[in-house]
């Protein structure tokens, strides 16, 4: 496929599978329908199994972790004496803690605290940063200059050391998680969103704004905002990914949600003392956080290159 | 419609000779004072800085004049500045100094929400048809944007949106509700025309709208623009790096060379009787059945084709390094436009003589008579001989 | 007729040397006239999740030693994939599906390895592309790059490479060639760096030159000095030539002959004074009118050409132009022309016999026998049958595939 997109001298890539010339007098020729062009043909094939297993995945995660308080589970604080690392069981399909909490009740209730901090810190980071980047593109000049200076002095910053000192200082709560992790993503929201502004400004259709009238902030709302807007979703989509495993290394350094809250994060460090004893509580929910991320990240990498190629379909 | 333009030459003549002490005439001697000038640019001066500290002089005192239904061909070769005349009379960006008036406002003197109105009468059409449209839109929603943004009900919206889609050949029922990737690239320009032409603009600038497209569609949108002009009574700038296209459109012609105007005249005029060397250079560089014609064209050209720096552009005429008639007196002088004939203005000191090349066209067309049409007379044969 | 540069016949042929003519009087027979380059029935089809692209379909044509041909057509005609095919520079991939032979000087090219293709490319074959910025590498010198296929064909050391490299570079009129050969691609502008191309491609005396669009990117003032250093190198040279452009203002000029491609076939092939002289196919008359001409008074109303390229997904069953054409009747929907000649078409009964040979089986015509002039239509322009069918649609207002007729397209 590749290979016909580069030699071919764009015979596909005009859209020849489109609406034919509706000027020129081929009425009969519409019948083809838009949607049967190449560029849909190749997005049937790319959204294919593997992309609907992801989905399907995550689907069940957000699904369980929504639904969680009507789901018939353990209390997933309750201990279980009867249920300490213990095996496989039907009441307790996943077995249980050191301490005899109920493995898949804590998973789910993990699931939670894990995608809250994941989903919340993405849009905090993004919705600020995307901005900010659109500014600094748009505007430039001074502006851009000072809040690239400001970027790159965050991004100079050790992050770990960051998220270290805040819970230090403001103590361990989901909340300042949330916004630690927000604010080191800023940076690089914010460069992106200025690195795709700046490549739409160029772009004619902005030209032809200005032109027929438009002032500068619809011209931003109407014309550059929309097509930012793709390209910092699905790269905030994979950072929700990258988040929760974030939020699972900090659990493990004793810095996470603190406790009783589960997450995925400290239900690992949780089971790290009875590893060589009873591996299945640290490792089941280490498998979920794995598997949810690898889905995160192919969904997104997916829907990401779906927007690629139709552009590059333009 | 060829009337009305002959119609206008005469009175242009005579209003331009008239004032002959007037400094201001002499220095602008192509500009015409006539009541129906629509647009008319003045000393046009555009500098872009560069790393370094150096700075692009892309456009350097270009001065013309439009009248009501005329098409105005701006040719050049890339580089020469005429995108960014095109633009910097849109003021996008605002040129460095210079005047760009239309009907004798200057919109560079304008406070900018009275200039973002006056501009509404002005309108542009770009090269890259799909560059121009925003993908995330609809069509429907692209074009009734400009509407949207002076106010109009949504009702006088969407029929001025199917009027004037309708007027580019495109069924608005069809094409309404779909996104540009959707459309081929003659399409895209038909949808940039109909959301130029939306706001019934007075002057449509179009750079280069055809650059992009295969010969046959581009036959398709020449035609369009030219029903276009007649319909919605245009006046247009027309700037395009294709000597032929910009002859057919064009009612008058100008030249640019690195930032300046070489040679203004009217369109066939021009082609049959270039007077500046460098026009007579790029026409005779058209390919043409003739090897040999393109041979001493190539030949002609000092340089192998190579154009000088728009960062340090020689001194006095900018095509001296090129020019095979230029002398001493072109490195320290400036040539100024001059008036040659009936409408015919060329900044040179030298310029080619017309008895040559109406001899050299002869000549041309009595060696190939046995073929029938003479295109001879496109090719001065003062160039031949060299 | 049409109106690109109504004008004199072209001088091409008549200014240069006789082309191969020594290679004629010494070798008789059949081996004299062995073109230098032939593809036969060369199809390159790629596979996408939309269906089958067929962007080569079926190309037949040669190249004959000094030659140069041109090749024209829109984008999506297969001009460039065929070419590029030609040469050996499209291999087979998993989406990729090939057909038809190449054969050079007599040996077949089309199977070889790459390993053995590449010592004929450069020494026997060399090609330019449309944008030299991306056909030469940006982190080496041009004197190296030169010197590279210098060393690796001929053998030469550094130092005569070097040597070499100055000389090819002053031959294709670079000015300063000692200090060039120490540049970088992007000191040089476009012109230059096409010059530049143009001395790699020479470098090994190539006897077969593939110019793909090779001043599509250029100033129509730089296009002219390109144009003119490839013409007197390929007649210093002796070199066969073919060019691949949409431009037929530059195919007039410079070839010897041309072939008309369209949906991945060659729809029509003659010597390039014929062709101009008198287009036989409707697409090739309708694309000479669509071009502004530089004659005659300005604001003339162009013949366009309706519609667009077509579908290389689903090709109509009959002749690819029919929807666009002028003269499309009913069997120009069904059925689709063979590629003949005039003579075949005198010697067949009209209409009738002529069906009989399909473009499908042994290959009647090919589009590179020398001074043929070749066709895919059945209503021929410029024939009573093309007259007549045309004559009928302006009648009835349409052609049989329901185009609109407009004043201005006939």
């Known amino acids: ?314 | 419609m060829t009337d009305l333009v002959k119609d206008e030459r005469q009175n242009k003549t005579g209003a331009s000779s008239g004032p002959g002490g007037d400094p201001g005439a002499s220095r602008h001697v192509q500009l015409r004072d006539a009541d129906d000038v629509v647009l008319s640019v003045e000393d046009l001066v555009v500098e872009f800085g560069v790393g370094g500290g150096s700075t692009v002089h892309a456009v350097s005192g270009v001065s013309f004049d439009v009248r009501r239904g005329e098409t105005l061909g701006l040719v050049g070769e890339s580089g020469c500045g005429k995108s960014t005349t095109g633009r910097s009379i849109m003021q996008l960006p605002k040129p460095t100094s210079g005047s760009v008036r239309l009907h004798g406002d200057n919109l560079g003197g304008m406070p900018s929400g009275q200039m973002r109105r006056a501009r509404r009468k002005l309108q542009m059409i770009f090269q890259d048809p799909i560059s121009s449209l925003n993908p995330r839109r609809r069509i429907a929603d692209i074009i009734a944007e400009p509407l949207r943004v002076w106010g109009s009900s949504p009702d006088a919206r969407k029929a001025k949106v199917a009027e004037t889609l309708e007027a580019v050949g495109l069924d608005p029922q069809l094409v309404a509700d779909r996104r540009p990737h959707q459309f081929s690239g003659g399409q895209c320009q038909r949808i940039s025309i109909a959301r130029a032409l939306v706001l019934e603009p007075e002057v449509l600038i179009c750079d280069e709208p055809v650059s992009a497209l295969d010969v046959s569609v581009q036959a398709q949108i020449l035609n369009l623009l030219e029903e276009m002009k007649e319909r919605y009574q245009l006046t247009m700038i027309f700037i395009s790096h294709d000597l032929a296209v910009v002859r057919n459109i064009s009612d008058r012609v100008a030249v640019m060379y690195l930032g300046k105007l070489c040679e203004i005249a009217p369109a066939v005029e021009l082609f049959d009787r270039p007077r500046h060397h460098y026009s007579s250079l790029l026409l005779s560089s058209i390919p043409s059945a003739d090897q040999d014609a393109t041979t001493s064209a190539a030949r002609l050209d000092r340089s192998g084709g190579e154009m000088p720096s728009p960062v340090s552009p020689p001194s006095g005429c900018r095509f001296r390094t090129r020019c095979p008639a230029a002398t001493e007196r072109c490195a320290v002088e400036e040539p100024l436009m001059r008036q040659v004939g009936d409408g015919h203005f060329v900044a040179c000191h030298h310029p080619l003589e017309v008895a040559e090349v109406v001899a050299s066209g002869a000549e041309g067309s009595v060696e190939r008579s046995a073929d029938g049409t003479p295109d001879g007379a496109l090719r001065p044969v003062a160039l031949e001989g060299v | 007729m049409t109106s690109i540069d109504a004008g004199p016949a072209d001088q091409r042929r008549d200014t240069r040397p006789p082309a191969a003519g020594s290679a004629q009087t010494t070798a008789p027979g059949a081996t004299a006239t062995r073109p230098l380059l032939e593809v036969d029935q060369l199809r390159v089809h790629f596979a996408t999740p939309a269906g089958l692209v067929r962007a080569v379909d079926g190309v037949s044509l040669s190249v004959r030693a000094g030659e140069v041909l041109g090749v024209v057509g829109e984008s999506g005609s297969g001009k460039t994939v065929m070419s590029r095919r030609a040469m050996g520079l499209v291999g087979p991939g998993t989406t990729t599906r090939l057909s038809g032979t190449v054969r050079y000087d007599g040996t077949e090219i089309s199977a070889l390895p790459p390993a053995e293709l590449s010592k004929l490319w450069g020494s026997e074959m060399a090609m330019i592309l449309q944008d030299p910025m991306t056909s030469l590498n940006p982190v080496k010198r041009v004197g190296e790059q030169i010197g590279e296929s210098l060393r690796r064909h001929l053998g030469l050391d550094r130092a005569a490479a070097h040597q070499r490299a100055v000389q090819l570079l002053r031959s294709v009129g670079l000015s300063e060639p000692e200090r060039r050969v120490r540049q970088y691609p992007h000191e040089l502008s476009g012109g230059m760096r096409q010059r530049v191309t143009i001395a790699i491609a020479l470098s090994c005396d190539p006897r077969l030159l593939f110019a793909d669009e090779p001043t599509t990117a250029l100033d129509v003032t730089v296009q002219a000095q390109i144009l003119e250093l490839l013409a007197r190198q390929q007649a210093e040279h002796r070199m066969a030539m073919m060019i691949v452009t949409h431009d037929l203002r530059v195919v007039r000029g410079h070839t010897d002959r041309v072939v008309v491609m369209y949906a991945g076939k060659v729809v029509e092939a003659a010597p390039t004074r014929t062709l101009f002289a008198a287009p036989r196919m409707p697409y090739t008359e309708a694309l000479m009118n669509a071009v502004p001409p530089l004659t005659g008074s300005n604001h003339a109303v162009l013949r366009v050409i309706p519609g667009r390229p077509p579908n290389l997904l689903a090709p109509p069953p009959g002749c690819a132009f029919a929807p666009r054409c002028a003269s499309a009747q009913e069997r120009c929907l069904t059925e689709m022309p063979p590629l003949r000649s005039a003579a075949d078409l005198a010697g067949a009964s009209p209409g009738g016999s002529a069906a009989g040979a399909p473009a499908g089986g042994p290959a009647p015509a090919i589009a590179g026998t020398p001074d043929d002039h070749v066709y895919r239509c059945w209503y021929p322009v410029g024939t009573e049958a093309g007259d007549e069918a045309r004559r009928t649609n302006i009648e009835r207002g349409h052609t049989a595939a329901g185009t609109p007729i407009l004043a201005e397209a006939v």
């Open chain 1, 1 to 314: 496929m590749a290979e016909a997109r580069e030699t071919l001298e764009e015979p596909i890539l005009t859209g020849n599978g489109g609406p034919t010339d509706l000027a020129a007098m081929e009425p009969d020729l519409l019948d083809v329908e838009p949607d049967q062009t190449v560029a849909s043909g190749r997005r049937r094939r790319s959204f294919q199994f593997g992309w609907w297993l992801a989905c399907g995945w995550l689907i069940l995660v957000v699904g369980a972790a929504l639904l969680a308080p009507i789901l018939p589970l353990w209390e997933p604080g309750t201990p279980d004496y009867t249920n300490v690392a213990g095996g496989l069981s039907a009441s307790h399909p996943l077995g249980g803690d050191a301490i005899g909490r109920d493995n898949l009740s804590r998973l789910i209730y993990g699931a939670r605290a894990s995608l809250l901090v994941g989903l919340s810190a993405v849009v905090l980071g993004a919705v600020i940063g995307g901005l900010l980047g659109i500014i600094a593109g748009y505007v430039g000049g001074k502006v851009e200059r000072v809040l690239l200076t400001l970027t790159d002095a965050t991004l100079a910053f050790p992050g770990l050391v960051l998220l270290i000192a805040a819970v230090a200082v403001f103590g361990a709560s989901m909340t300042v998680i949330i916004v630690g992790l927000a604010v080191l993503s800023i940076p690089t929201f914010i460069r992106l969103a200025r690195a795709t502004t700046l490549v739409i400004v160029q772009r004619e259709f902005v030209t032809a704004a200005r032109a027929y009238g438009a002032r500068p902030m619809r011209v931003m709302l109407r014309e550059v905002v929309p097509n930012v807007v793709l390209p910092v979703a699905a790269y905030g989509f994979i950072m929700v990914g990258v988040f929760i495993v974030a939020e699972g290394s900090l659990s493990f350094l004793g810095l996470g949600i603190p406790p009783p809250t589960p997450s995925w994060g400290s239900m690992i460090a949780a089971g790290r003392t009875e590893l060589l004893t009873h591996p299945q509580i640290s490792l089941i929910p280490a498998a979920v956080m794995f598997v949810t991320v690898l889905s995160i990240n192919y969904v997104g990498e997916r829907t990401r290159k779906r927007f690629e190629v139709k552009d590059s379909n333009l």
